[in-house]
């Protein structure tokens, strides 16, 4: 069974850093892009970036571009995202989802390009 987990949210302040995690069970993450989304109270699911599974081409949201970085580790079978200098306006459920084979596509920030997610960690920077 194909499964995403997410670790890594909490409670942090402002200018604070988070590193979060994804990891894959039931499949072999090495060949897949994978994407982190987030979602806040009130707001839709929106993309935070992407990285993609042959070259490790990243892509970037523009609200995170600077402060955030995604990166992958196939050996341990994980996509991390480092979270620096986080806002209060980045609080939100962040969830990472299977992007397919190889590349992110070119409208990886849609959420209907994906099939699987996983359950989602919080993250909330307040003071």
């Known amino acids: 069974q194909l499964q995403l987990v997410e670790s890594g949210g909490g409670l942090v302040q402002p200018g604070g850093s988070l590193r979060l995690s994804c990891a894959a069970s039931g499949f072999t993450l090495d060949y897949y892009a994978i994407a982190w989304f987030r979602q806040a109270p009130g707001k839709e699911r929106e993309g935070v970036s992407c990285?993609?599974?042959?070259?490790?081409?990243?892509y970037y949201a523009d609200s995170v571009k600077g402060r955030f970085t995604i990166s992958r580790d196939n050996a341990k079978g994980t996509v991390y995202l480092q979270m620096n200098s986080l806002k209060p306006e980045d609080t939100a459920i962040y969830y990472c989802a299977d992007g397919g084979y190889g590349p992110c596509v070119d409208e990886w920030a849609r959420v209907d390009e994906y099939d699987y997610w996983g359950q989602g960690t919080q993250v909330t920077v307040s003071s």
């Open positions: 990285i993609s599974s042959s070259d490790g081409t990243t």
